[in-house]
């Protein structure tokens, strides 16, 4: 019943921002959690960040933490991902999904958006 479309990727220098959306369409349930994963060409999808649509229940993967940033508009029914001090081992492609609890794991999550790339030069 949701659809999820990312945008905002692009390419960044080594050091800059980056913000990425995730616009939800169809219902949108407030005790359903957002989260972004990210996978790298011949690496395994991984965590990068979740939160309930209420705000709460936030969680960021090590290797983000102090430079991501996850939050969420419920008035547009968007959840951002602001990137700051990229790293060009933070290039991917970065999907949203929606799941039932803000869980590290992608078997968790019932909806995933297309991904959206973003590329980090060094």
């Known amino acids: 019943q949701v659809q999820l479309v990312e945008s905002g990727g692009g390419l960044v220098q080594a050091g800059g921002s980056l913000r990425l959306s995730c616009a939800a369409s169809?219902?949108?349930?407030?005790?359903?959690?957002m989260a972004w994963f990210r996978q790298a060409p011949g690496k395994e999808r991984e965590f990068v960040a979740a939160i309930f649509w209420s705000g709460g229940g936030i969680v960021y993967a090590d290797s983000v933490k102090g430079r991501f940033t996850l939050s969420r508009d419920n008035a547009r029914n968007t959840v951002y991902l602001q990137m700051n001090t990229l790293k060009p081992e933070d290039t991917a492609v970065y999907y949203c999904?929606?799941?039932?609890?803000?869980?590290?794991?992608?078997?968790?999550?019932?909806?995933w958006g297309q991904g959206t790339q973003v590329t980090v030069s060094s």
């Open positions: 169809g219902r949108t349930f407030r005790w359903y959690a």
């Open positions: 999904a929606s799941g039932s609890s803000p869980s590290r794991w992608k078997v968790d999550y019932d909806y």
